[in-house]
């Protein structure tokens, strides 16, 4: 099955276009049914690595992050892989799990997005964008009017800040919304 729609959350040390990216997960899905057994791609990515690439860390974020959860920001940072080795990974995952078309979901068009965008354009990076830019989805856009409520339905992600989870919760949201505005 090749799905129509792609979730995809960063946790980042920084909030600007050209942040160091610490982790992403991307999970495919059908708006109004649940996701929890779709494929998922989650990967942590070498902190020297994206720092070679010219990518940013920003004392604000790093500050927040000293804040959170430790056990959550340890997490992020095993296993990491090289930025390039990840996005090409994730264009296979996306070639693989997705309509040529596919609407690519995150949470803010001035955060993941850019983020995403100014990575693939990156001079030598040469992985271009897998997806077009006019299917770029915005999740708090499609939840505008309908935080409150979704906030007392669809239960928090299970571990805050980890992308999978992140993703799952937001899937979760944009569903519930779906479900109550869309005869099935």
Same mark, same amino acid.
């Given at each position: 099955?090749? /799905?129509?729609?792609?979730?995809? !959350?960063?946790? &980042?040390?920084?909030?600007?276009?050209?942040a160091v990216v610490l982790s992403i997960a991307a999970i495919p899905f059908e708006k109004g049914v649940d996701a929890g057994n779709n494929p998922v791609f989650s990967k942590n990515i070498d902190l020297a690595d994206s720092l070679n690439w010219?990518? @940013?860390i920003e004392a604000e974020t790093l500050i $927040?992050?000293? %804040?959170? !959860?430790?056990?959550?920001? @340890?997490s992020l940072m095993e296993w990491p892989e090289k930025l390039e080795t990840v996005f090409y990974g994730l264009?296979?995952?996306?070639?693989?799990h997705c309509v040529k078309d596919?609407?690519?979901?995150?949470?803010?068009p001035s955060f993941d997005a850019s983020i995403l965008s100014n990575i693939y354009s990156m001079r030598g990076f040469g992985i271009p964008k897998p997806w077009e830019y006019y299917n770029?989805?915005?999740?708090? &856009?499609?939840? %505008?009017? $309908?935080e409150e409520i979704v906030k007392n339905k669809v239960p928090p992600p299970a571990y805050k800040h980890e992308p999978k989870y992140d993703c799952? /919760?937001?899937i979760a949201c944009i569903n519930y919304v779906y479900l109550q505005t869309h005869v099935l």
């Open positions: 099955m090749k /799905y129509n729609n792609l979730m995809i !959350d960063l946790e &980042t040390f920084g909030k600007g276009a050209e010219g990518r @940013k $927040w992050w000293l %804040h959170q !959860d430790q056990e959550i920001l @340890k264009k296979n995952f996306i070639n693989e596919v609407k690519v979901w995150s949470k803010g770029e989805r915005c999740v708090r &856009t499609e939840l %505008h009017g $309908w799952l /919760y937001q």
